[in-house]
T-cell receptor
Framework: QKEVEQNSGPLSVPEGAIASLNCTYS??????FFWYRQYSGKSPELIMS????GDKEDGRFTAQLNKASQYVSLLIRDSQPSDSATYLC????????????FGTGTRLKVLA | SAVISQKPSRDICQRGTSLTIQCQVD?????MFWYRQQPGQSLTLIAT?????????ESGFVIDKFPISRPNLTFSTLTVSNMSPEDSSIYLC???????????FGQGTRLTVV
């Protein structure tokens, strides 16, 4: 079992729709969770961080965390073609450790 | 967030040679991280560079192949030694990510070994 799992996609959604990206992780002691967006040929760019159960909203983006289910998701409302990218989920165990574990990413395609 | 400058942005190298990648940060940071992203893959941590001590390497990565320097709190280098085509990847410098903080990345170095 991979430590951080994501569906590789591509996930195709029409412009204006909600894109839902999912991530599961295996280590129950993980404490911090991050979503990065990576355009082709570019480096990852931080979109959201979330540390406690529930929802966290930032503009069109909402991160959802459920530690009991070891599940974190990213919702993108009013999806735009410019949102087309690979979205990486990253998990940090915290507790004085620093290592990020990245998922393989989900490729999102927003269709105009 | 820190501003991270990484160079070169890309290079094409002959097998058997070495390439040194530089990473400069606009503020002092405790830890700097080096990642590799192979084509179509996610990020894999190569090593963590702390100022004043030897780098800590992840499983599968060794100092002879990927020597790292960290001469001060704003700068680090990663050398890819005795390169083979299998080393063709994007190499990324990162700061932050320690003690639950957010990690930020340099622009990356796209390396092609021929």
């Amino acid at each position: 079992q991979k430590e951080v799992e994501q569906n590789s996609g591509p996930l195709s959604v029409p412009e204006g729709a909600i894109a839902s990206l999912n991530c599961t992780y295996s280590d129950r002691v993980s404490q911090s969770f991050f979503w990065y967006r990576q355009y082709s040929g570019k480096s990852p760019e931080l979109i959201m961080s979330i540390y406690s159960n529930g929802d966290k909203e930032d503009g069109r983006f909402t991160a959802q965390l459920n530690k009991a289910s070891q599940y974190v998701s990213l919702l993108i409302r009013d999806s735009q073609p410019s949102d087309s990218a690979t979205y990486l989920c990253a998990v940090n165990r915290g507790s004085g450790t620093y290592k990020y574990i990245f998922g393989t990413g989900t490729r999102l395609k927003v269709l105009a | 967030s820190a501003v991270i400058s990484q160079k070169p942005s890309r290079d094409i190298c002959q097998r058997g040679t070495s390439l040194t990648i530089q990473c400069q940060v606009d503020s002092q940071v405790t830890m700097m991280f080096w990642y590799r992203q192979q084509p179509g893959q996610s990020l894999t941590l190569i090593a963590t560079a702390n100022q004043g001590s030897e780098a800590t390497y992840e499983s599968g990565f060794v100092i002879d192949k990927f020597p790292i320097s960290r001469p001060n709190l704003t700068f680090s280098t990663l050398t890819v030694s005795n390169m083979s085509p299998e080393d063709s990847s994007i190499y990324l410098c990162s700061v932050g990510g320690d003690f639950n903080t957010e990690a930020f990345f340099g622009q990356g170095t796209r390396l092609t070994v021929v």
